[in-house]
C-alpha cells in the first residue's frame, strides 16, 4: 500500500516537471511547508517554473529562513494570491542566485506581493527611491556598511525585475530598460556614498558620469560591466590638476562602491576602459581634453562606441554639455576615409578572436549572435544618421525600428531581425540570471539547457507537450541564421563609392572622380547618371533615404546589361511617375526579386519601359513569385468581358480592354527578360510560353472589341446574325510574337427567318466597328487585325457567311488559301458558328486523297516566288528570320506540306502549332530524329530573335539590328554576354543553314 502511494507521488511529481522526485517529496515533507505540502495549487505552479526542483528548494530554504508567524504569513499568501505565487516561484526556478538572496533577506519576498500597474515599469526615480529605503532597512535591521546595504538593496530592486521577466509581465525590452535605470540609480548612490566618504574631492571638482555601452544605451543585460566615460571640470577657486586629481579619486572610489567583492557579493564591474587612449588614459579628463583627442585622435570605433553615450550620475550640466559637444562628432564619423570597411573590419577581429571551442555557444560575438545585430543596425545609423536625425537612438531595437520607418532596412528585414534579437536576448538574460554571472556561453549540460528552454516556453509561448530542449536548440538555430543572413544583407551591403558623395556631408569622391567611376561601369553618359542620381536620392526625405539604399545595387545591375544609361533613366522615369505612391519604394526594398526584375527590365530594351511608364502601377508584378506567370485565357476573357460590361461606351470600353492588354504584355515581356521562362533549360518551351500568352492575350482582346462593337452597332439588342473571329497564321498557331499581327477570318450566320443580304450589312457594321475601335491611336504597341487570308483577299468582302464561304471553297478555293487555313481556329464570337466552319474548311487542308503532284508543285512555285519578291532588297539572307535562308518560312512550309499531305490520316498532324505538328511528324516516321531536331531548333531560335528585336527595339523586325548597342542588347537575351555578338551571329547561320539543308530534302526534293 505504501509503496503504491510512493510510486503515485512519484509520477504526480514526474507528471509536473520534478527531475528529482525522491527529493521533491523529502522537502515537501518538510516541516517548513507543513499546512501546503498537499495543496495540488502550489504542485501546479512548482511544475510550471523552470526548474521545480530549484524552485521547490528555493522555497523551503526562504520559509526556513522565517520565523513562525512570517513563514506563515508567507505560505497563506502563496496559496491565495496568484501572483505572488507565480512571481516567487518564477523566480526561484529561475535563478538559484536570487535564491541564495531570499535565504539571506527573507523579508525581501515583500517587494514581490504589490501587483499594481503603477509598479509593472519603474523608472530611475522610482529605482533611486526603492534603493534609498532599501538601504535605510538593510543598515537598521544588520547594521551592514553603506556599500553592503546598497548590494541588498540593488538585490531586492532585481528581484522585482526578474519576477515581472520570468512571469511575461515585462517583455525583454521593458526588462533591458528597468536594467539600464536600475544601473543608473546604483550609480547615482554609489557616488554618493564616494561623496560621503571624501566630501573635500567632491566639493574639489564637477564630476559626470557617462554611461555607453548596454548602460548607455537603456538596454542593459542581468550581469554585464557597466561602462562608463568620466569627464571633470574645475570649479571656481580650484587650480585644474587638483581637480582632476580629486575627480579621479572620487571616480574611482565610486568605482569600488560598485565593483568590490564583499559578503553581499558585488553589484557589477565599473568598466572605464571606453574613455580616450582605454587603459592608458586618464581616468577623468575635462571636457576639453576629450573633446582635443576625438578630433584627433579617436579611431572609428570610438565614434562607433559613443553612439551610446549618456549621461548617468554626477553634474548635469556638465554631462549634457558632454553629449553635446561629442554628438555632431559622431553623426560625421561616416565621412572618415574607410569608414565602412573599418566597422566591417573591426566586427571580423571579434569573431576570430573568439575560442574556437566556444564559437558555436557564443550568443553575443558568434556568428549570427547579438553582435551581428548591433553592428549592422550601427553601420546603418552612422551612415544614414549624418542627415536623418530620426535615427540616432542608442538603443538597438528603438534605431532598428527607426531604420524601418525611415525606409533604409525593410519591413520583414526589421521584423526578423527584432524577433531574432528578443529570443536571443532572452536567452542571455535567463543564462545570466541563474547564477547572476556575466556569461554569454549557452550552456551544454542537459539539466542546464533544460531549464533555459522551460523559462523561455511561456514567453515564446511554445505551448505544452514540446521538448524544451529541442525546441530551444532548434529555435536557436533559426534565429542565429537569419541574424547572419540579414547580417550579411545590411552590414555589407554594397555601397559604390562613386555614388557616396551625393550625400550631403559625404566628401569621398569629387564629381570627376564620380564619373570616371560610372564610366568604369559602363555607363555611355556620365554626366547624366549623375544628374540622375542626385535627382533620386539627394534630400533627407524618406523616399531618398530608400533609394540611397537601392541605388548602389541598381547601378550594378543597369552596368550588367548591354545599355546602364537606359536602366538608369527608366529608373528615373518610372520613379518619378511613382515616387508619391507609398507601395512602390517598399516593394523593391523589401522585395530582393522585385528590383532586380526592375533593373533587367529598364535595362534590356524599349518594349518594356515603354509599357511600363504608361502604367507604372505594373512594377507590383516584379514583386509577387506568382507576378510573373502568365494568365490563362480563361481568366483574361472574364476580365475583359467585366469591363467591358462597366463601360459606358464603345471606345471607353476598348480603353479598358487595351489597358488589360498593356498590363499582360508588360507581364509577358517582364517574365522573358528576367528569365521566368527559363530559355537556358529548354528555349523552345520559353518560346511556346511567349507565344501561348502574346496569342491568349490577342484572343481576350479581340473578344473584348467584338463585345463592345456588337453592342454598339445593336444598342444592347440582339443582332440578326451570328458572328465569328476565326484566328489564322501564328495567330492561330498560338505562336504570335510581341510585334505581330493578327491575322483573322470573319464569318457570320443569319438567324432564322432574316435575309442573308441584311445580315451581312450589319455584320459588316460590327467588323469595321471593331477594327476602328482596336484602331484608334494610341501610344501602346498596335494591334493590326489582319483579314487578307479571306477569299478573294484584298478584293473579297471583308466578312462572309457561312454559306457564302462554302459556296466560295466548293468552286474557287486555290492551294495557298487551302495551307494557310491549316491554321485556322476559333478566336472569338459565336463558338458553335465556328466550329461549324472548321467541319467546311477541314476537308480542304487535310485532303481525302492528299496532295497531286501538280498541287506539290504549285506549293513549291509560290514559296519560291515569295522568296525572290517579298525579301526585302538589301535584306541579308542568312540573318533574315522570316523568309531567309533556314528560318521560319522554310521550317513553317515544309511541315505545313506534310500536313496537307498526310493530315487526313494521322491524327497528330492535325494542330494548328508548328512544333507539334512537326514533333507528330516525327513519331509517324515522316521526318528522323535529327532532322526534326534541326528543323525545331531553326525555328526557335528565328523566333527568339524576333521576339528579342521587338523588345530590344520596341518596334517589329525580321533581321538583327544594325545599331552596335542594340544588336548587343538582342546578344544579351539570347544568352551573349559581352563582346559575344559575332558569336551570336555565326551560331545563328550555323543553325539556319542546317535547317536549309533539311528543307532542300524535305521540301524541294518532296515527291507526292
Not at 298 to 315: M, S, Y
Request: a neutral charge; one cysteine or more; hydrophobic letters at 45%.
Amino acid at each position: 500500500m505504501l509503496e503504491g502511494r510512493r510510486s503515485s507521488t512519484f509520477s504526480r511529481l514526474l507528471r509536473h516537471g520534478f527531475t528529482d522526485p525522491a527529493a521533491a517529496e523529502r522537502l515537501l515533507d518538510s516541516p517548513q511547508l507543513t499546512g501546503v505540502r498537499n495543496d495540488l495549487v502550489l504542485l501546479e505552479a512548482l511544475g510550471a517554473t523552470a526548474d521545480p526542483d530549484l524552485a521547490l528548494l528555493g522555497l523551503v530554504r526562504l520559509a526556513e529562513a522565517l520565523d513562525d508567524a512570517e513563514r506563515h504569513t508567507l505560505l497563506d499568501t502563496l496559496i491565495t494570491a496568484k501572483p505572488l505565487r507565480d512571481r516567487l516561484l518564477g523566480v526561484l526556478g529561475a535563478s538559484e542566485a536570487l535564491g541564495d538572496h531570499l535565504a539571506r533577506h527573507p523579508r525581501d519576498w515583500h517587494s514581490l506581493v504589490t501587483y499594481e500597474s503603477t509598479d509593472l515599469h519603474p523608472g530611475v526615480t522610482d529605482f533611486e527611491l526603492a534603493l534609498r529605503d532599501g538601504m535605510a532597512a538593510v543598515t537598521r535591521q544588520t547594521g551592514a556598511t553603506a556599500q553592503n546595504a546598497l548590494r541588498a538593496a540593488y538585490r531586492r530592486c532585481l528581484l522585482a525585475i526578474a519576477a515581472r521577466d520570468v512571469c511575461g509581465t515585462s517583455g525583454l525590452a521593458e526588462t533591458a530598460g528597468e536594467l539600464a535605470d536600475l544601473a543608473t540609480a546604483t550609480l547615482r548612490a554609489a557616488l554618493a556614498i564616494a561623496t560621503e566618504e571624501a566630501p573635500a574631492d567632491a566639493a574639489a571638482c564637477r564630476l559626470a558620469v557617462i554611461a555607453m555601452g548596454k548602460a548607455g544605451g537603456h538596454e542593459l543585460n542581468y550581469v554585464s560591466d557597466v561602462d562608463v566615460i568620466f569627464v571633470a571640470e574645475t570649479p571656481d577657486g580650484v587650480e585644474e590638476p587638483a581637480a582632476l586629481q580629486a575627480a579621479t579619486r572620487l571616480a574611482a572610489r565610486m568605482m569600488r562602491v560598485c565593483s568590490e567583492t564583499t559578503a553581499e557579493g558585488r553589484i557589477w564591474d565599473v568598466d572605464a576602459n571606453l574613455r580616450p587612449e582605454g587603459k592608458n588614459g586618464p581616468l577623468v579628463r575635462t571636457l576639453t581634453s576629450h573633446l582635443a583627442y576625438y578630433r584627433r585622435w579617436a579611431k572609428t570605433w570610438e565614434f562607433q562606441a559613443l553612439l551610446k553615450a549618456r549621461p548617468v550620475a554626477g553634474d548635469d550640466e556638465l554631462g549634457a554639455a558632454y553629449l553635446d559637444a561629442v554628438t555632431p562628432m559622431v553623426w560625421q564619423a561616416a565621412d572618415r576615409e574607410h569608414f565602412v570597411t573599418d566597422v566591417q573590419e573591426m566586427r571580423r577581429r571579434v569573431v576570430d578572436n573568439i575560442p574556437a571551442a566556444h564559437v558555436d555557444r557564443e550568443l553575443k560575438l558568434g556568428p549570427g549572435g547579438l553582435r551581428d545585430v548591433e553592428f549592422a543596425v550601427q553601420l546603418l545609423q552612422l551612415v544614414h544618421g549624418r542627415t536623418d536625425a530620426s535615427l540616432r537612438s542608442g538603443t538597438t531595437l528603438t534605431a532598428l525600428r527607426q531604420l524601418a520607418e525611415g525606409g533604409y532596412v525593410g519591413r520583414a528585414d526589421a521584423a526578423s531581425l527584432d524577433a531574432a534579437y528578443r529570443f536571443l536576448r532572452s536567452m542571455e538574460h535567463r543564462i545570466q540570471l541563474y547564477r547572476l554571472r556575466r556569461t554569454h556561453l549557452v550552456p551544454e549540460d542537459e539539466a542546464d539547457l533544460r531549464r533555459l528552454g522551460r523559462s523561455l516556453a511561456r514567453v515564446c509561448g511554445w505551448g505544452r507537450g514540446v521538448d524544451p530542449v529541442e525546441r530551444l536548440g532548434r529555435e536557436w538555430r533559426r534565429h542565429a541564421r537569419e541574424v547572419r543572413r540579414l547580417h550579411e544583407k545590411l552590414f555589407y551591403r554594397p555601397l559604390l563609392d562613386a555614388f557616396a558623395q551625393l550625400e550631403p556631408g559625404a566628401v569621398r569622391l569629387s564629381p570627376d572622380a564620380a564619373r570616371q567611376r560610372l564610366e568604369a561601369l559602363g555607363y555611355q553618359d556620365p554626366a547624366a547618371a549623375l544628374r540622375h542620381l542626385e535627382a533620386l536620392a539627394s534630400g533627407v526625405s524618406r523616399k531618398a533615404a530608400i533609394q540611397r539604399t537601392l541605388l548602389p545595387v541598381m547601378l550594378g545591375w543597369f552596368a550588367d546589361s548591354a545599355d546602364p544609361d537606359a536602366g538608369l533613366l527608366g529608373f528615373r522615369k518610372v520613379s518619378d511617375a511613382l515616387g508619391r505612391t507609398p507601395w512602390y519604394l517598399r516593394l523593391l526594398r523589401d522585395e530582393g526579386a522585385a528590383a532586380e526584375n526592375l533593373a533587367r527590365v529598364l535595362s534590356a530594351g524599349r518594349l518594356a519601359p515603354d509599357l511600363l511608364l504608361r502604367a507604372p502601377e505594373a512594377v507590383a508584378l516584379l514583386g509577387d513569385p506568382e507576378g510573373l506567370r502568365p494568365r490563362g485565357l480563361t481568366a483574361l476573357c472574364q476580365e475583359v468581358r467585366a469591363a467591358v460590361s462597366r463601360a459606358g461606351d464603345a471606345e471607353a470600353a476598348v480603353t479598358a480592354v487595351r489597358g488589360v492588354r498593356r498590363r499582360e504584355l508588360f507581364r509577358t515581356a517582364a517574365a522573358d527578360l528576367t528569365g521566368a521562362f527559363h530559355p537556358e533549360q529548354d528555349p523552345g518551351a520559353a518560346v511556346d510560353a511567349v507565344g501561348t500568352a502574346v496569342s491568349d492575350l490577342t484572343t481576350a482582346t479581340v473578344a473584348g472589341a467584338l463585345q463592345a462593337a456588337v453592342h454598339a452597332v445593336g444598342g444592347g439588342d440582339p443582332l440578326p446574325t451570328r458572328i465569328a473571329v476565326i484566328g489564322m497564321g501564328r495567330f492561330g498557331g498560338h505562336e504570335l510574337g510581341y510585334g505581330s499581327d493578327a491575322d483573322v477570318l470573319f464569318v457570320h450566320e443569319p438567324l432564322d427567318g432574316v435575309a442573308e443580304p441584311d445580315a451581312s450589312r450589319v455584320a459588316l457594321k460590327v467588323v469595321n466597328e471593331l477594327r476602328r475601335l482596336l484602331q484608334i491611336p494610341t501610344a501602346d504597341p498596335p494591334l493590326i487585325i489582319d483579314a487578307d487570308l479571306r477569299p478573294e483577299g484584298k478584293s473579297g468582302p471583308l466578312v462572309r457567311s457561312l454559306a457564302s464561304y462554302a459556296a466560295y471553297y466548293r468552286r474557287w478555293s486555290l492551294g495557298w488559301e487551302s495551307q494557310a487555313l491549316l491554321r485556322a481556329e476559333p478566336a472569338a464570337g459565336d463558338e458553335e458558328l465556328a466550329a461549324r466552319f472548321l467541319e467546311l474548311v477541314d476537308p480542304l487542308r487535310y485532303p481525302a486523297d492528299g496532295l497531286t503532284d501538280e498541287a506539290v508543285r504549285e506549293i513549291r512555285r509560290l514559296k519560291a516566288r515569295m522568296e525572290a519578291e517579298r525579301l526585302p532588297r538589301g535584306a541579308d539572307p542568312t540573318t533574315h528570320t522570316k523568309l531567309g535562308r533556314g528560318g521560319l518560312s522554310d521550317v513553317e512550309w515544309t511541315v505545313q506540306l506534310l500536313q496537307m499531305r498526310h493530315g487526313r490520316e494521322i491524327t497528330g498532324l492535325r494542330t494548328t502549332r508548328t512544333r507539334q505538328a512537326l514533333a507528330a511528324a516525327h513519331e509517324a516516321g515522316l521526318v528522323d530524329a535529327e532532322d526534326a531536331a534541326t528543323l525545331d531548333e531553326a525555328w526557335v531560335l528565328a523566333t527568339r530573335v524576333r521576339n528579342a528585336v521587338m523588345l530590344v527595339r520596341g518596334r517589329p523586325g525580321d533581321t538583327f539590328p544594325g545599331d552596335g548597342r542594340e544588336l548587343a542588347a538582342v546578344g544579351r537575351h539570347l544568352g551573349y554576354g559581352p563582346g559575344r555578338v559575332g558569336e551570336m551571329l555565326d551560331d545563328y547561320r550555323r543553325t539556319t543553314r542546317r535547317a536549309r539543308a533539311v528543307v532542300e530534302r524535305l521540301f524541294y526534293e518532296y515527291e507526292a
